[in-house]
């Protein structure tokens, strides 16, 4: 129920979730039909994260496509403009009606750029070297590629490639989503062999799966994130207390950055 709302001709309304369940999206439907009732229709929804981003496709028969699905139900409530940051496929625009997508560059370039040192920019992967590269040119930075092989019966990441001089660089890996954070971590130990002097993380949608306490392990030193996903929920301790190891969290609020895009 929305209780004691007035709204005017000239507001901008907007519906703010992260949907980390089923039950999110029902909220969301929810609220977008309680605003409705005062007559209220251009709604628009910020959206930070997407969820089945990376079910952008059917890959077998029997696969459900994913992001299809979450784009017809977000679709059937008719928003004006659905705002996200740095959707994980470009089939997000394609799929989901008046997607506004903040680029990752307007998170990430003010973050790093707050380091007076030099420093390089790493793309982990040939699906992160569009972004990185926007990220290079924005801050007149080199930029260097990797690449990394994988079983295609197993999924197991196999050998990864440097092509790039690192060594006694700082270094700035750039992706959009962090899950379990395993390409990063071996990509980690691929650079402090070939000699980087400090390695971090800037990805903007951090869920950390596995925690943080493997990335810290691998030698990363400070992982840069949003709010984008819960992911408190992941490096909380059973006591409810979070870890030391979290001090190499740093987090950016992404909501007022987004709400810019109303």
Same mark, same amino acid.
């Given at each position: 129920r929305?209780?004691?709302f007035?709204?005017?001709?000239?507001?901008?309304v907007?519906?703010v979730?992260?949907?980390?369940?089923?039950?999110?999206l029902?909220?969301?439907?929810?609220?977008?039909d309680?605003?409705?009732?005062?007559?209220?229709?251009?709604?628009?929804?910020?959206?930070p994260?997407?969820p089945n981003?990376?079910q952008?496709?059917?890959?077998?028969?029997?696969d459900?496509?994913?992001?299809r699905?979450f784009?017809d139900?977000?679709?059937a409530?008719?928003?004006?403009?659905?705002?996200?940051?740095?959707?994980?496929?470009?089939?997000?625009?394609?799929?989901?009606k008046?997607?506004?997508?903040m680029?990752?560059?307007?998170?990430?370039?003010?973050v790093?750029?707050?380091d007076?040192?030099?420093?390089?920019?790493?793309?982990p992967?040939a699906?992160?070297?569009?972004?990185?590269?926007t990220?290079?040119?924005?801050?007149?930075?080199?930029?260097?590629?990797?690449?990394?092989?994988?079983?295609?019966?197993? #999924?197991? @990441?196999? *050998? !990864?490639?440097?092509?790039?001089? +690192?060594? /006694?660089?700082?270094?700035?890996?750039?992706?959009?989503?962090?899950?379990?954070?395993?390409?990063?971590?071996?990509?980690?130990?691929?650079?402090?062999?070939?000699?980087?002097?400090?390695?971090?993380?800037?990805?903007?949608?951090?869920?950390f799966?596995?925690?943080?306490?493997p990335?810290?392990n691998?030698?990363i030193?400070k992982?840069?994130?949003?709010?984008?996903?819960?992911?408190?929920?992941t490096?909380?301790?059973?006591? #409810?207390? @979070?870890? *030391? !190891?979290?001090?190499?969290?740093? +987090?950016? /609020?992404?909501?007022p950055?987004?709400?810019?895009?109303?």
């Amino acid at each position: 129920r929305v209780k004691n709302f007035y709204p005017r001709d000239r507001d901008e309304v907007a519906i703010v979730c992260r949907v980390e369940s089923v039950a999110d999206l029902f909220l969301i439907a929810q609220a977008r039909d309680a605003l409705a009732s005062y007559n209220f229709h251009d709604v628009s929804l910020i959206l930070p994260f997407i969820p089945n981003g990376r079910q952008d496709r059917s890959m077998v028969k029997g696969d459900a496509f994913g992001l299809r699905v979450f784009a017809d139900f977000i679709n059937a409530l008719a928003f004006k403009a659905v705002i996200t940051l740095d959707p994980h496929s470009p089939i997000s625009n394609v799929l989901i009606k008046n997607l506004v997508a903040m680029p990752q560059t307007g998170f990430a370039c003010p973050v790093i750029s707050a380091d007076p040192r030099p420093y390089k920019i790493i793309a982990p992967d040939a699906g992160s070297l569009k972004k990185a590269e926007t990220i290079g040119k924005s801050l007149a930075k080199e930029v260097i590629h990797c690449h990394k092989s994988r079983d295609p019966a197993t #999924g197991i @990441i196999g *050998e !990864i490639k440097v092509y790039g001089d +690192v060594k /006694d660089s700082v270094v700035y890996i750039c992706d959009d989503i962090c899950d379990g954070g395993y390409t990063f971590i071996l990509l980690a130990a691929k650079l402090k062999e070939l000699g980087a002097s400090e390695i971090n993380l800037v990805v903007s949608h951090g869920i950390f799966s596995k925690g943080l306490a493997p990335l810290k392990n691998a030698g990363i030193n400070k992982i840069y994130s949003t709010n984008s996903f819960n992911h408190r929920q992941t490096i909380v301790n059973p006591g #409810g207390e @979070i870890p *030391e !190891i979290s001090d190499s969290l740093i +987090v950016t /609020d992404i909501r007022p950055l987004l709400k810019s895009y109303l």
